[in-house]
Nanobody, 124 residues
Framework: QVRLVESGGGAVQAGGSLRLSCAAS????????MGWFRQAPGKEREFVAT????????SYADSVKGRFTISRDNAKNTVYLQMNSLKPEDTAIYYC?????????????????WGQGTQVTVSS
């Protein structure tokens, strides 16, 4: 079992940066693929970024590619999402997710565990 807690959200102006953190419990963290998703009001949860267990492979949604960077520190049981050049359309609740498989995934249904979410608000 994995418990995930996100932090680092907040309000910034367009062009600003935020760094989200996802702290995971459990001793099996290093074997889990991880992902970041976001959900805006009235919209479905959408894929943002994912990373495999070792961190050697990453994937991003086209909307954030080149601006966001996902990383992980397995020794600290933590996954990060560095968000640069933020845009108003990035405004959403951001969720960290873990799956019982080594690979990452861009599908919501592939993930077994979810954090509570952290709000990111970007104003113009």
């Amino acid at each position: 079992q994995v418990r995930l807690v996100e932090s680092g959200g907040g309000a910034v102006q367009a062009g600003g940066s935020l760094r989200l953190s996802c702290a995971a419990s459990g001793r099996t963290f290093s074997y889990y693929g991880m992902g970041w998703f976001r959900q805006a009001p009235g919209k479905e949860r959408e894929f943002v970024a994912t990373i495999r267990d070792t961190g050697s492979s990453k994937s991003y949604a086209d909307s954030v590619k080149g601006r966001f960077t996902i990383s992980r520190d397995n020794a600290k049981n933590t996954v990060y999402l560095q968000m640069n050049s933020l845009k108003p359309e990035d405004t959403a609740i951001y969720y960290c997710a873990a799956r019982n498989l080594w690979s990452g995934s861009y599908l919501v249904d592939d993930y077994n565990y979810w954090g509570q979410g952290t709000q990111v608000t970007v104003s113009s």
